[in-house]
C-alpha cells in the first residue's frame, strides 16, 4: 500500500533526525527522493559519477 510505505518513510526520517539531534549522530542516507533530501541539514549530490559542491539547507552553512 503506497500510503503505508509514505507513512514508514517518514516516521523513520523522522526517527534518523532525532537520533542525529539529540544524540549528536552523523547519519548518512542515500535517496532519489527530494523530499527526504530536502530535510537533511547538508546535501551532496552525486551527477554523472562526480561529486557536486555541498549544498547547505536554508537557514545553515556548509563546513567542509
Not at 503505508?4 to 537520533?19: A, G, H, K, P, Q
Not at 533530501?37 to 537557514?59: E, W
Amino acid at each position: 500500500d503506497w500510503s503505508s510505505d509514505v507513512c514508514s518513510s517518514d516516521l523513520i526520517v523522522t526517527l534518523l533526525r532525532n537520533l542525529a539531534d539529540e544524540k549528536g549522530h552523523t547519519v548518512l542516507v542515500i535517496t532519489h527522493d527530494p523530499a527526504i533530501a530536502s530535510g537533511a541539514p547538508r546535501v551532496i549530490r552525486l551527477r554523472d559519477g562526480k561529486l557536486d559542491a555541498p549544498q547547505a539547507a536554508q537557514g545553515t552553512e556548509t563546513h567542509s
